[in-house]
């Protein structure tokens, strides 16, 4: 490369102090200029362009307008890199790498970030609105010169060990399968914006030892150039386990070491697990070690990962025979990410910033390549003695835990975890950052997805030893249930969230809530249910297949949304437990069967039975004491006006010929008087208070609600009308719905007013 090129080259890049600057510049979210006062034209332009004015000075006018989205999305990622300590940064966004010097191609690098071991290139894309990705071009083109590029990187750093990789780094994208092999292909990783941020959130946490979790996830298992690795230890047995004791300064142990960490974040770059490092209790640790000179007694609990190949484990000379136990020098591993933090990682990420973090020593025991669930099983035996860990972190932990479990149980309950995962960490997915991931708190939790996959026959059933039953999309085979069945609940939950108002699909809306996905979920698996019974559909049906026959099912679940009223909402909201999971689902049933009569799911005829008889009982107490009232009242009223005669002239004749009738059969049956009086219907008071309207009921009968109604007398006199039909309904086993109860309370509420 010509000298005055490398030169160029390297004035367009920052180091120290001018990193600091550029950094406060990258932080703000407003882009500024300073334009002189005099012209007055360009000052209108850029105003018109969507700059403000910020200040006015004497001679000059600075203007600020908030930076563009892509501006935006570079500079956090600048910005990432510049807080994690790289130490060369490019200056500003025209910076140009040539990859073939020879015909003077150039690409233009939106982020480069270097420090003493690490190259990183990286390029952004962003878009307003989750999306599918098209990077076909970008990063075929990127194969084409990534060569050439990194030839020009080493002759600028001449004598200097690096490893490069090459970032795509995007905003509001998702990736294809397709991307996702070009990028595989270029050895280069997807940095998406939470993996952006829960770095940045980890920086706020650890400082400078969040530079080592991000480059040990990039480079996992590569080398750590010029650390120094050796330790005197002891060498035991436990069990059938290897184990190492030693104390080494916490600054060693934080550049190969990595925490459980599971956050709705790219999994490319992030391990399988989370257990949360809190803020405030790392602080107290901080605090504890550097102003009150404390120290912890207890071990750090690690795994050193040697891909089976163990540790170089130099014997001292000398040895105490009388024990099992070694001494001697232990060569740890030199790659980042080969010591998994089991226990005690407040403990050691509480030295990150901490002036005693190189003349410290921390106890360790590290047990030698453990795997993944003994890992976890370890994490969460130890963590269950001191403190309980949260449900929903513990469900997250088993989506890997339990997938290669002996126990068919198990590994379905893995299954399920998996996908209610999948559906809160898929930018795809229609509840994106709407679950509950690790101990992150979210409207929805993994809990409920997992509870609505088993409850419902997606799965099947199973015992610890065999399979009990296949699931209409689980046969055995966990991947292909694991693909197929995501992709279906995202087909669905998608249609019903493009098919309704934005606001459904916020966080804590009926929708958004534990209970109404729970009900979607066992809702869509009783819809596959049916199309498989109607041989709609075959067994081996693509998920898109069974969407596509699925959606007449799910219009009717739109419309009911659509046309909710608050009162509805709330009954369905309030109640919870299990029995609000069922009644919000076995509602959804319904609302299909309204429509599709031939949708009859298992268990809903016995449902509303049941639900009738309830509502049944309490309507007919109603009912009771409406009748009683009405008897009552009416009958004050009419001797007040009518005196001695009031049932000769108060009550149509039709109406009294009909109850002494009644009343001479009862007194047969009996063996009693019965008063005429005593034998009326809810609907005979409608007749009679129709016959003396203006005189005396006009006031008396209408409800409150319905004074102002038109139709007059007859419209303000239908509630008789229809409380006396449910009345003859609920004497003949009608099931009363919760509607008609709610209507019936509503009137014993208006006639009983006043009585004791």
Same mark, same amino acid.
């Given at each position: 490369?010509?000298?005055?090129?490398?030169?160029?080259?390297?004035?367009?890049?920052?180091?120290?102090?001018?990193?600091?600057?550029?950094?406060?510049?990258?932080?703000?979210?407003?882009?500024?200029?300073?334009?002189?006062?005099?012209?007055?034209?360009?000052?209108?332009?850029?105003?018109?362009?969507?700059?403000?004015?910020?200040?006015?000075?004497?001679?000059?006018?600075?203007?600020?307008?908030?930076?563009?989205?892509?501006?935006?999305?570079?500079?956090?990622?600048?910005?990432?890199?510049?807080?994690?300590?790289?130490?060369?940064?490019?200056?500003?966004?025209?910076?140009?790498?040539?990859?073939?010097?020879?015909?003077?191609?150039?690409?233009?690098?939106?982020?480069?970030?270097?420090?003493?071991?690490?190259?990183?290139?990286?390029?952004?894309?962003?878009?307003?609105?989750?999306?599918?990705?098209?990077?076909?071009?970008?990063?075929?083109?990127?194969?084409?010169?990534?060569?050439?590029?990194?030839?020009?990187?080493?002759?600028?750093?001449?004598?200097?060990?690096?490893?490069?990789?090459?970032?795509?780094?995007?905003?509001?994208?998702?990736?294809?399968?397709?991307?996702?092999?070009?990028?595989?292909?270029?050895?280069?990783?997807?940095?998406?914006?939470?993996?952006?941020?829960?770095?940045?959130?980890?920086?706020?946490?650890?400082?400078?030892?969040?530079?080592?979790?991000?480059?040990?996830?990039?480079?996992?298992?590569?080398?750590?150039?010029?650390?120094?690795?050796?330790?005197?230890?002891?060498?035991?047995? =436990?069990?059938?386990?290897?184990?190492?004791?030693?104390?080494?300064?916490?600054?060693?142990?934080?550049?190969?070491?990595?925490?459980?960490?599971?956050?709705?974040?790219?999994?490319?770059? =992030?391990?399988?697990?989370?257990?949360?490092?809190?803020?405030?209790?790392?602080?107290?640790?901080?605090?504890?070690?550097?102003?009150?000179?404390?120290?912890?007694?207890?071990?750090?609990?690690?795994?050193?990962?040697?891909?089976?190949?163990?540790?170089?484990?130099?014997?001292?000379?000398?040895?105490?025979?009388?024990?099992?136990?070694?001494?001697?020098?232990?060569?740890?591993?030199?790659?980042?990410?080969?010591?998994?933090?089991?226990?005690?990682?407040?403990?050691?990420?509480?030295?990150?910033?901490?002036?005693?973090?190189?003349?410290?020593?921390?106890?360790?025991?590290?047990?030698?390549?453990?795997?993944?669930?003994?890992?976890?099983?370890?994490? =969460?035996?130890?963590?269950?003695?001191?403190?309980?860990?949260?449900?929903?972190?513990?469900?997250?932990?088993?989506?890997?835990?339990?997938?290669?479990?002996?126990?068919?149980?198990?590994?379905?309950?893995?299954?399920?975890?998996?996908?209610?995962?999948?559906?809160?960490?898929?930018?795809?997915?229609?509840?994106?950052?709407?679950?509950?991931?690790?101990?992150?708190?979210?409207?929805?939790?993994?809990?409920?997805?997992?509870?609505?996959?088993?409850?419902?026959?997606?799965?099947?059933?199973?015992?610890?030893?065999?399979?009990?039953?296949?699931?209409?999309?689980?046969?055995?085979?966990?991947?292909?249930?694991?693909?197929?069945?995501?992709?279906?609940?995202?087909?669905?939950?998608?249609?019903?969230?493009?098919?309704?108002?934005?606001?459904?699909?916020?966080?804590?809306?009926?929708?958004?809530?534990?209970?109404?996905?729970?009900?979607?979920?066992?809702?869509?698996?009783?819809?596959?249910?049916?199309?498989?019974?109607?041989?709609?559909?075959?067994?081996?049906?693509?998920?898109?297949?069974?969407?596509?026959?699925?959606?007449?099912?799910?219009?009717?679940?739109?419309?009911?949304?659509?046309?909710?009223?608050?009162?509805?909402?709330?009954?369905?909201?309030?109640?919870?437990?299990?029995?609000?999971?069922?009644?919000?689902?076995?509602?959804?049933?319904?609302?299909?069967?309204?429509?599709?009569?031939?949708?009859?799911?298992?268990?809903?005829?016995?449902?509303?039975?049941?639900?009738?008889?309830?509502?049944?009982?309490?309507?007919?107490?109603?009912?009771?004491?409406?009748?009683?009232?009405?008897?009552?009242?009416?009958?004050?009223?009419?001797?007040?006006?009518?005196?001695?005669?009031?049932?000769?002239?108060?009550?149509?004749?039709?109406?009294?010929?009909?109850?002494?009738?009644?009343?001479?059969?009862?007194?047969?049956?009996?063996?009693?008087?019965?008063?005429?009086?005593?034998?009326?219907?809810?609907?005979?008071?409608?007749?009679?208070?129709?016959?003396?309207?203006?005189?005396?009921?006009?006031?008396?009968?209408?409800?409150?609600?319905?004074?102002?109604?038109?139709?007059?007398?007859?419209?303000?006199?239908?509630?008789?009308?229809?409380?006396?039909?449910?009345?003859?309904?609920?004497?003949?086993?009608?099931?009363?719905?919760?509607?008609?109860?709610?209507?019936?309370?509503?009137?014993?509420?208006?006639?009983?007013?006043?009585?004791?």
């Amino acid at each position: 490369m010509p000298e005055d090129q490398k030169l160029h080259l390297l004035s367009r890049l920052i180091t120290g102090k001018d990193i600091n600057k550029e950094l406060a510049l990258r932080k703000r979210p407003y882009e500024y200029q300073s334009i002189s006062s005099r012209k007055a034209e360009l000052i209108k332009e850029m105003i018109d362009e969507g700059w403000q004015i910020e200040r006015e000075y004497k001679t000059a006018i600075k203007l600020r307008r908030p930076k563009s989205l892509d501006v935006q999305c570079e500079d956090k990622v600048w910005t990432l890199f510049a807080l994690m300590g790289f130490k060369v940064m490019n200056k500003d966004r025209h910076f140009h790498i040539p990859f073939d010097i020879k015909r003077n191609l150039t690409q233009q690098i939106d982020v480069f970030a270097k420090d003493d071991e690490t190259i990183l290139i990286v390029e952004c894309k962003s878009t307003a609105k989750n999306k599918l990705g098209d990077f076909k071009k970008d990063l075929e083109a990127t194969a084409g010169q990534i060569q050439g590029l990194i030839k020009t990187i080493k002759a600028l750093f001449p004598d200097q060990n690096l490893k490069f990789k090459y970032i795509l780094a995007t905003k509001n994208y998702w990736l294809g399968d397709q991307d996702k092999q070009r990028l595989k292909n270029l050895n280069g990783v997807h940095l998406d914006e939470e993996s952006v941020d829960y770095y940045i959130n980890l920086y706020k946490h650890l400082g400078a030892a969040a530079r080592y979790q991000f480059l040990g996830a990039l480079f996992h298992g590569q080398e750590i150039v010029g650390m120094d690795n050796q330790i005197p230890a002891i060498r035991g047995k =436990m069990g059938n386990l290897t184990y190492y004791s030693f104390s080494i300064e916490p600054e060693k142990l934080l550049k190969i070491s990595y925490v459980l960490h599971r956050s709705k974040v790219n999994s490319e770059l =992030m391990p399988t697990y989370q257990r949360l490092i809190k803020k405030q209790r790392l602080a107290k640790v901080r605090e504890f070690i550097d102003e009150k000179a404390g120290y912890f007694p207890n071990s750090i609990v690690i795994s050193l990962d040697t891909d089976g190949k163990g540790l170089r484990f130099d014997r001292a000379n000398t040895q105490v025979s009388t024990t099992i136990t070694s001494i001697g020098v232990l060569h740890l591993p030199k790659k980042y990410r080969s010591a998994f933090i089991i226990d005690g990682q407040h403990r050691l990420y509480g030295y990150s910033n901490s002036k005693y973090k190189n003349t410290n020593a921390i106890p360790v025991v590290a047990f030698l390549d453990l795997d993944r669930s003994e890992q976890v099983r370890l994490f =969460m035996e130890i963590n269950e003695n001191q403190k309980s860990v949260p449900k929903n972190l513990r469900t997250t932990l088993n989506a890997d835990l339990l997938w290669t479990s002996d126990s068919f149980l198990d590994r379905q309950r893995a299954l399920c975890s998996r996908i209610a995962l999948n559906l809160g960490e898929a930018r795809q997915s229609p509840l994106f950052n709407m679950v509950s991931i690790g101990e992150d708190k979210k409207s929805i939790t993994t809990d409920a997805i997992t509870r609505a996959l088993l409850d419902g026959n997606f799965i099947g059933k199973a015992s610890r030893h065999k399979i009990e039953k296949l699931g209409t999309f689980y046969k055995e085979d966990l991947k292909d249930a694991y693909n197929k069945l995501s992709n279906y609940t995202f087909y669905c939950l998608n249609f019903i969230k493009e098919s309704l108002d934005p606001s459904w699909f916020e966080p804590d809306s009926l929708i958004t809530i534990n209970k109404g996905i729970y009900s979607l979920i066992r809702l869509q698996s009783d819809i596959v249910d049916h199309l498989l019974d109607k041989d709609l559909i075959k067994s081996n049906s693509s998920p898109k297949e069974i969407f596509n026959e699925s959606k007449r099912y799910l219009v009717p679940v739109i419309t009911f949304y659509t046309n909710l009223d608050d009162k509805t909402a709330e009954d369905l909201r309030k109640k919870y437990g299990q029995s609000g999971d069922t009644q919000y689902w076995r509602r959804l049933q319904k609302e299909v069967r309204k429509v599709i009569p031939q949708f009859n799911p298992d268990g809903l005829d016995d449902y509303e039975k049941k639900e009738s008889k309830e509502y049944n009982e309490e309507a007919y107490a109603t009912i009771r004491d409406i009748e009683q009232s009405l008897n009552s009242t009416f009958k004050e009223l009419l001797i007040d006006n009518f005196g001695e005669g009031w049932f000769e002239e108060g009550v149509p004749p039709q109406i009294q010929d009909e109850a002494v009738k009644l009343a001479q059969q009862k007194k047969r049956e009996k063996h009693k008087d019965i008063h005429p009086w005593s034998c009326l219907r809810i609907i005979d008071y409608r007749t009679i208070a129709l016959r003396n309207w203006q005189s005396i009921f006009a006031e008396v009968v209408t409800l409150p609600d319905e004074r102002k109604i038109s139709g007059g007398k007859d419209a303000k006199t239908l509630w008789l009308d229809r409380a006396g039909k449910l009345r003859n309904q609920i004497m003949h086993s009608y099931s009363i719905t919760k509607e008609e109860l709610e209507f019936l309370k509503k009137i014993k509420s208006f006639v009983c007013k006043g009585e004791a």
